[in-house]
Nanobody
Framework: QVQLVQSGGGLVQAGGSLTLSCAAPYRTFTYYHLGWFRQTPGKEREFEAAVSWGGLTSYADSVKGRFTISRDNDKITAHLQMNSLKPEDTAVYYC??????????????????WGQGTQVTVSS
């Protein structure tokens, strides 16, 4: 089972910043769309940000202007820079990769590969 490898996360005070990283194992992932989702207990995974294989970005309204997604195709990695963090951003964050298809990049079920998840906790 192919899995993306995540790093980063942890505990931060409100207003602070964190960076999450995600590494893919094969160069073919440079042709995949990459996304970040988050999940809190009892809720489904929610879309936060995505970057297409061509570099186009998309964000959930709740993080627009605060989070920045990027990808480095040479290193086969994706990053999520999170600024101005709020307590409601507390969740387990997952990176994911999906093949290019007709399903919107915001749809969690359309992603083929996932990272192991990393906890982000924002204290007030």
């Amino acid at each position: 089972q192919v899995q993306l490898v995540q790093s980063g996360g942890g505990l931060v005070q409100a207003g602070g910043s964190l960076t999450l990283s995600c590494a893919a194992p094969y160069r073919t992932f440079t042709y995949y769309h990459l996304g970040w989702f988050r999940q809190t207990p009892g809720k489904e995974r929610e879309f936060e940000a995505a970057v297409s294989w061509g570099g186009l970005t998309s964000y959930a309204d709740s993080v627009k202007g605060r989070f920045t997604i990027s990808r480095d195709n040479d290193k086969i990695t994706a990053h999520l820079q999170m600024n101005s963090l709020k307590p409601e951003d507390t969740a387990v964050y997952y990176c994911a990769a999906k093949i290019r298809d007709l399903v919107p990049i915001t749809t969690a079920r359309s992603y083929n590969y996932w990272g192991q998840g990393t906890q982000v906790t924002v204290s007030s």
